[in-house]
Structure formats: structure tokens, C-alpha cells
């Protein structure tokens, strides 16, 4: 069906208008613009809605597609999605764009002579399946290995690690996730002791106090931001955002405090220093759940090429931890945090 | 030929003063919000030029506290 170039236009800017709209009622539950502004927006028109995952990331939203002879062309929360209750941020809104871009690869190539060849799908699985067999005929199972993305449904990882686990044996079963959370899964693991990130979406329904720390989450992960707010206006829970920058999220809370690039480290000592010499520490939970730990202070730009790290840490007693955090009086850290002594002390009482 | 679209947020009690500024640029749309201090402001402009010099007249607008873009095209002139 031929389109304007005036009609596509005009439905690029009301795409563009609904992508704003759904970015503020994810911020602002409840939100109202004028009627009229509103008035010829595309509808969903005859569709056919199949269900699916969202996969721009981790909170697992709930998709309805609307398909219209074979093809999708839509996107819309599913209402029956207890994760996202209907509700999608401007991401999920924008899949179609994806599943429609022209550079989008559909259908297998394979390389003959140097150059990539349209090829079926059956004859390419038959040549990755025969080149695996070959190896592993040659080099024993684990010369093989599988790597997937951080973007896989449950039931397909389910299968990618039946398929390398159970049918060839062998753990060579990776994906980029791997880039990403290597780093987090050594920070939970050091500071809570399992692999996991802590708390739950009941947790966000009975917490007080929410502090965003570096993360932009009305950006990020709107949906989830979501019932951050949703609780913030039914029965009054705080968000505080703390970051390098003003960002949507800082609108959306109830406080925002900026600091200076690399020094969130020393606030966070500040608030302990406050913490333990306003007498408000939980004694019985540290003599039973915490181990104090020194280590370098600075240890160079670790990121680097080939960097050796030699630190090694030192376990020390409550005392000693107490001793080191002289060195972070919340005047002292104020002066090149950039963040208020009021504010460290205020993070300090929560 | 960009066609944005961004959230606006205005400085404490200064929304209608942003909505009248913003309402007084050429290639801008502004909806505002009817129960919250936010704007939505779409951007319709020829050429790249022309939407970098419209996206820094709305950022000079004294009652504007944040400009946050949601998102962006790039698509060919109208007939």
C-alpha cells in the first residue's frame, strides 16, 4: 500500500508523541495531558495480539504483538503480565522498529569462497551440526561451545543448556551476560555471599525509603521504576536519587543529590562514620553477618591492559573499621564530593 | 528531516512561563500536562542544523529545569 511521504510524517510525530507520553506516565502515574491532543492517534485496528517477552532487559515485561497478515506491526503491555501489569516503557513500545529494520538479518548465510551465501535454514543447521560433530569426533566434547544472549527466553536457554549440558556434556555454555554481570556477581558474592541480586519486587511494596545510587532507573527500567513510584504516591514511600546528573529519575523522587564522578565511595564511608558515631548501629546483626575487610584505598586504574592486581585483603576487627573511617567525616568527604553535609547526614539517618 | 519528542521539566512554579516561551519557537509543539509540572515538547525540523539550533533555544529558556529526549527520527520532508 503506498504511504505519503506527508501521511508517514505525520505518523512519525504522533509516534513521537506517544513515545513522550509513555515515558511521563511512567514517571508519573496518573498523568493527564488535554483531550485534544490526543485526538488522532493511531488506534490498534483489527489485529491479531500474540503473546511474548520483552527482551531489552532484565525486569521481563509481559508483550502483547499485534500481528496484521503475518505481520507484527504492534506492540502493547499485557495486562495479564503480573510483572508489568500492562504497562511497557518506551523500549518495548519501539520493537516493531527492530523487528521491521532493513538491516536486519533474515535469513541464514553462509560463507562459500570468502562471501556470505543465502542458504536454507535446514542445510545451515545441517553444516553447524555436522562441522560440531566433526570436532568433537576429533578434539572430544568440550572443543565445542555454545554462546547464547543475555536476551534469551527462559524455555530457549532451557534448551541451549540441555542441548551442551545434557546431549553433548559439555559446560562450554556462555553468553554476553557474562560481560556485564561477571562484575556484579563478584560484587554480590563479596558483599552479601551469594550470587544474587538481593530483594524482590514485595520488598519494593513495604520499603520506606528508595535510593537510586548511580542508577537512573526512570530511563533504565521505567516499568520497575514504576511501582517505586506507585508506592511512592499511595503511601508516601521517599526515592532519593543520587547521582553525576539531573536525569528524569531525579524529577520523579522526592530528593535528588548530585556528586562528583568517583567519590560515591567516600559518601557511602561518610554515612558509616555517621552511622556508628551516632550510636545507630545494629550491634547484634554485625557480630553475626559482617566481616571487616582493608585493602588498598587506591589501587591505580585497574582496567587497564595486563594490570596485575596484587591487593590483598586484611581481615580487621569493628574498631579498626571504626579507626579508618576518620579519614571520612562527612565535613571532610563534603569538600570534594560535591554533596552537602546536611545531605550525607540526612542518607546517614534513613 | 529529525522529528523529536522530549519531556520537559520546568523550575517550581514556572510552567505556564515555559509552556508561553516554548510555544513561541517555530518547528516546536508543546503539550503540557493538565495535573503534573511537565511538558512534552515535539521538535519538527528540516535538517540537522536547524534542530541543534532549536534544541539550544529551548535549553536557553530560563524556566526550563530539564530537557530529557525520548526519542528521535529521521525521516524524509513532507510533500
Not at chain 1, 5 to 19: D, G, H, V, Y
Not at chain 1, 127 to 143: C, F, L, Q, R
Not at chain 1, 219 to 237: D, W
Not at chain 2, 46 to 69: P, T, V
Request: charged share 25%; proline share 4%; net charge negative.
Amino acid at each position: 500500500m503506498y504511504t505519503s511521504l506527508t501521511n508517514r510524517r505525520s505518523f512519525i510525530k504522533k509516534m513521537a508523541i506517544m513515545s513522550a507520553m509513555t515515558a511521563a506516565a511512567t514517571m508519573f502515574p496518573g498523568i493527564i495531558f488535554a483531550d485534544e491532543q490526543e485526538r488522532d492517534l493511531p488506534n490498534g485496528g483489527d489485529l491479531d495480539w500474540k503473546k511474548g517477552p520483552c527482551r531489552f532487559c532484565g525486569v521481563g515485561c509481559g508483550v502483547l504483538i499485534g500481528v496484521d497478515k503475518g505481520k507484527a506491526v504492534a506492540v502493547k503491555g499485557d495486562p495479564n503480565s503480573s510483572v508489568n501489569k500492562g504497562l511497557l516503557c518506551v523500549k518495548g513500545y519501539h520493537q516493531i522498529m527492530c523487528i521491521q529494520a532493513e538491516d536486519r538479518l533474515t535469513h541464514a548465510l553462509v560463507k562459500k569462497n570468502g562471501k556470505y551465501v543465502q542458504t536454507p535454514i535446514s542445510e545451515a543447521l545441517d553444516i553447524v551440526a555436522n562441522k560440531m560433530k566433526e570436532t568433537m569426533d576429533t578434539h572430544g566434547k568440550d572443543s565445542v561451545a555454545m554462546y547464547t544472549s543475555g536476551q534469551s527466553t527462559i524455555p530457549e536457554g532451557y534448551v541451549a543448556s540441555k542441548l551442551m549440558k545434557g546431549a553433548i556434556g559439555t559446560n562450554n555454555l556462555d553468553c554476553n551476560a557474562r560481560l556485564c554481570m561477571a562484575s556484579a556477581v563478584t560484587g554480590f558474592l563479596t558483599s552479601f555471599g551469594a550470587d544474587e541480586p538481593m530483594g524482590c519486587y514485595e520488598d519494593i511494596d513495604h520499603a520506606d525509603y528508595f535510593i537510586t545510587w548511580g542508577n537512573n532507573m526512570a530511563e533504565m527500567h521505567p516499568v520497575l521504576f514504576s511501582r517505586m513510584l506507585e508506592q511512592k504516591n499511595r503511601r508516601g514511600a521517599k526515592i532519593i536519587d543520587f547521582a553525576t546528573r539531573t536525569t528524569r529519575s531525579s524529577m520523579a523522587s522526592n530528593k535528588s543529590i548530585l556528586f562528583e564522578p568517583q567519590t560515591d565511595l567516600a559518601v557511602a564511608n561518610a554515612i558509616c562514620y555517621e552511622i556508628i558515631n551516632n550510636g545507630w548501629v545494629n550491634k547484634s546483626f554485625v557480630e553475626n553477618h559482617v566481616n571487616f575487610n582493608k585493602g588498598l584505598t587506591d589501587m591505580g586504574y585497574g582496567l587497564e591492559d595486563n594490570y596485575a592486581f596484587e591487593d590483598k585483603p586484611t581481615p580487621i576487627d569493628f574498631e579498626a573499621y571504626k579507626d579508618f573511617l576518620e579519614d571520612y567525616t562527612p565535613e571532610k568527604v563534603s569538600k570534594y564530593s560535591g554533596v552537602s553535609v546536611k545531605d550525607i547526614k540526612y542518607l546517614a539517618e534513613i | 528531516m529529525p522529528i523529536k519528542s522530549y519531556l520537559a521539566h520546568p523550575q517550581d512554579g514556572k510552567k505556564a512561563e515555559l509552556h508561553a516561551a516554548l510555544t513561541n519557537l517555530s518547528h516546536c509543539e508543546v503539550i503540557p500536562a493538565e495535573n503534573e509540572d511537565l511538558l512534552i515538547v515535539v521538535t519538527d525540523t528540516n535538517d540537522i542544523s536547524e534542530d541543534k539550533n532549536l534544541k539550544e533555544q529551548i535549553e536557553s529558556i530560563a524556566s526550563l529545569k530539564l530537557l530529557a529526549m525520548v526519542s528521535g527520527f529521521d525521516t524524509p520532508k513532507s510533500n
